[in-house]
């Protein structure tokens, strides 16, 4: 059976989609959902949407004289944009004609557009203005597996729309894995097998030593045992790896590493072999778009490519016979331990292993050096993002695009209710949430609105906007960024000693921990300005400064000073007063604060938690009155890290929604001629004002 064919649409015969086309059309014609399951380089991303147009979608809808569009999402900008640029390509047509594509800070959609190709950030973001999608009579999920947030919220959104839009046709796309939760989700939804055009892939098992790395607790280094750190050098590895290839014949070299960081250090290695005709290019979602078509586009010679993982599923780079897999990814996860979205660099999953080996058995046999051999013990699946992030940051945007209650809302994988219940006391806390209301939506407050437009974690986000009015946007968004990453500083044993010596100049005569970070980050990038990318990272491993964990800061930083700009935030060029900064940390952590007792020698906390501030603090030798503390830490005890003194007046303005006020009954004051009543005022049981005398009011 031939696939549907209209004017000017051909499907390419190669692609291993292309004889399932008529069946997948078929099933569109009975179903209103298709979830088609294929690998990436099986040609679903760039013929389902052609398949839709040929099929008459994107039509105008009746008694109308506007055609509907057909909406492709993609999980990546850099995705978006190359998918919609290969389509256009293959209709033999201009981007921004019938096929266009809309991403952050660029629309290529014009008046004939039917086709429309973005990310799924972006169709969720629709759903505030055109709550039944109208503009839409086709909407096609791509890499459903990924199974990030926004996914998560279409798919449950698009779940509670099909009763009221019976016309809407909904195609989901996945990888070859876990497709019968997508199917049960939508009612038995038929799934569509399409086989990729694997090769065999010989593994090869190239694995880096390592040691395990155990800071004590209080320590300026880790509060607990790290993970395990590889005493070999990545990058070294990643060139052997290179090496070895390279001698096994042609052909191009796909190397996975974690981020933009990595890859820098990475290409300035791989550089400096000086292979004979080879190039060396970066992949990762922020580089320009000249960049990224150099992918796409490749010369006679070896081309060695250097990708985070954007490369996995998203997109196919051509011509690769070979990949190199250092076997890790920044992967988004909340600490309940830590109150903050962290962005570490763990294993990937068994199911991303594979992915990415696959990338170079599509044009020939591959070979695929893996840099590690724990493969077994690493889980299946990555978590979906809903069950591994901070879920204040679910119930904000739930409240901003009022999508209801998180109980009722169609999830695939249903949130724990108390973990719910934790997201919306924190969003009071914050200041996004009003205290009480049956309505998630009607409770969001000015405040939060804003706050939901900030993709970070909520406590992050209150900071930087405190910091906006206080005039500390430069040094907030330093501390905010280091806030989710581990201490860099490492103390490693044997070589305490000497390790304390390298780090005491950012701790003398600093007046909190938050000066010690912006000491520390300000000599970073100092030594990184003045030297190469190798002399940087011996430098750094040679004062004990973990240069994994600085990669983290710094690419964190650089995606919280993006979100400032784009909000509008001003960045001050003068250093802020202390006061200023200490004020902003705190409109983030109210529950962090801690009242000094000087009989047991430690601070009272929220809700009666007791905690010390770690030894390492610049604030343990002599502890103020008051602090509030970025981290609460358990190992022993209840640690306090990365202080600073506050002023309790300060926590009552910025608390003033949370704070508890009891007043006295009224007496007269003869001196003031008047009735006066004495107020207490406390914070999560802690007494910022004992009591004061203040005039009764009726």
Known sequence: MSPPDAVGITYPADLPITERLAEIASAMRTNSVVIVAGETGSGKSTQLPKLCLALGRAAAPEGSTRRAMIAHTQPRRLAARTVAERIAAELGEPVGGRVGYAVRFTDRVGPDTQLKVMTDGLLLAEIARDRDLRRYDTVIIDEAHERSLTIDFLLGYLHR???RRPDLKLLITSATIDTARFAAHFG?????EVSGRSYPVELRYRPLGSVLDSGAPGDAGDAEPDATVSTTDPVEAVCDAVQELCAEGPGDVLVFLAGEREIHDTAAAVRDLALPDTEVLPLYARLSSAEQHRIFQPGPGRRIVLATNVAETSITVPRVRYVV???TARISRYSRRLKVQRLPIEPVSQASAAQRAGRCGRVAPGICIRLYDDLAARPAFTDPEILRTNLASVVLQMAALRLGEPRDFPFLDRPDPRAVADGIALLVELGALRPEGSDLAARLTPLGRRLARLPVDPRLGRMILEADRLGCVRELTVLAAALPIQDPRERPAGAEQAAAEAHRRFSTDAASDAE??????????SVQKSSSANQFRKRLRAEFLHVQRIREWQDLHRQLRQ??????LRANTEPAHPDHVAQALLSGLLSHVGLRDEAKRDFLGARQSRFALVPGSVLARRPPRWVVAAELVETNRLWGRHAVRIQPEWAERLGDHVVHRSVSPPQWDRDRG????????????LPLVPARTIPYAR
Do not use: H, N
């Open 161 to 163: 729309l099909l009763p």
């Open 188 to 192: 038995g939804a038929p799934v569509v």
């Open 325 to 327: 897999d250092v076997g």
């Open 516 to 525: 010690v970070l912006l000491r520390l980050w300000d000599y970073v990038r």
């Open 563 to 568: 979100v400032a700009t784009d909000l509008g």
């Open 674 to 685: 008047a009735a006066t009543v004495v107020e207490r005022v406390s914070l999560y049981g």
